[in-house]
């Protein structure tokens, strides 16, 4: 944002102007988890239009400059389950390149997910930053490959009790009977391999969340609208 | 300012500031200001009563302006009647208070049925300071606080409820919430106040201390220095508070509704 050359009365002349009048709090965090399906089935183009996907998000947050400072991003994969990325600021996030292998144990990748956002509070609270309820953002295209109720169960437990927002959305050839089982809103099936406006969706939710000391629910633009990156899957 | 309580408007012996922005984001979604204020003097008895009021309306809520400006309106027109039918401000109490909020969730859920809305359309915060020439009342519920003098130390400030603990930065308690009352925070001292500033959550974070829960000073410094400055003008000359709350010092660091009201006794 341009300085303006203008004389601002108020740094002049009205409140003796000094940064220091000002408490130092470090910003309330976002903490959004990517959980990302990279098995076999996702090689070829649905990984390259994940990893496009990734690196508009990247640079989408980046122009918020509130929302950098306050959206955090961290990315697991499966399988194996593996933490690509811990938690940082958007400001400094760089999305790992994903390649696709492996199978699918969606059970074991979200029950590690759970417990970082846990671990992640934790931390949060031992120093004194305040933070808003953090997003699981899951997107797959196939089925579990280990078991996978207990998972369910918790992600459903952290609903009710408001801990975490769960989200999921499936690719083409997504077990959508399962994802339906697991996230206590409706998965969405992703229009194509449109993960760049999908992407564009979470940094603009994100980003309003980061702003909001406006309200606790705050309006999302619906992906499933007319044009709309997804359908209800 | 609505002084219409007394008929001698004046100061009575206070300087007094009350300024009120909206937020830059609100700019953005095209959203009003949905903070309201009121500042008046009620006589009771020998005394004269000082009143700040704030309320910060729900952002998601739909009549959250008119929520913020009739938790206000309403407090002050109960306080008045309240006034003229006691002695002395020591008669007030948390069941008079309760018992507002009761009148205030009355009224409110009327106007919401009158046009067909659901009384949480009206969610607002509400934070009151009622200053008597010894006693002073604190009543709030809700984000936003309310700043003294510390009357242990003459350069320090104090809080008067810390905004309360919820797990998460954008949840709060609003008049309207079904267990409002549960909520309703309410304090007196006998140390006579000196200086006092209401604000809503926008100027929380660059107000207070928050892993210290204590009261940002230099800030509250400077505040009360202006206001001393321009106390020698007319009784509300706010403008010099407008301005600093939509400069970009401030704007940089918050992009909520901001509103502050200051008082100093003279």
New interface residues.
Partial sequence: MP??FEQ????HS?????????????E?RCPCLLLLDTSGSMAGRPISELNAGLQAFKQQIRVDE?ASKRVEVAVVTFGPVKCEADFQTAEFFEPPTLSAAGDTPMGAAIARALSMINERKSTYRN???????PWIFMITDGSPTDSWRQAAEQVHKAEKN?QVQFFAVGVKGANFEILREISVRAPLLLDGLRFGDLFTWLSNSLGA?S?????????LANPTAPHGWASVG | MDGHLLADEGQFGWCLATASVP?T??SRRELPCQDAYKLSHCAIGDEVITVLLAADG????LHAALGSEMACSHFLDYFEAWCSSHSSICEFNYPTALQWLNAVQEQIKDASESIHANINDFATTFLAAVIGSSVSIFIQIGDGAIVRDDPDDEKSYCWIFWPEES?????THFITDARASDHLLYTTTTYPVHKLAVFT??LQ????????KSV?D??F???F??LEQHCSESSQNSE?LA??LS???VSR????DVTLLLAARR
């Fill in positions: 300085e303006s601002i009365p108020y740094e009205i409140v003796p102007y000094d940064p220091q009048i000002f408490a130092d709090n470090p309330p509130l120093n004194g930053i305040e933070y808003y309820r408001k969340i702003h909001s000391s406006l309200t606790e629910e705050v309006p | 937020g984001s609100h729900a952002g998601s809520a797990e998460y930065a954008n949840s959550d926008g974070r660059l107000a207070l201390h928050i892993a210290s940002h230099p800030f410094e400077a505040m220095t202006t010099w301005s600093f400069s970009n010092a660091r918050t992009d909520d």
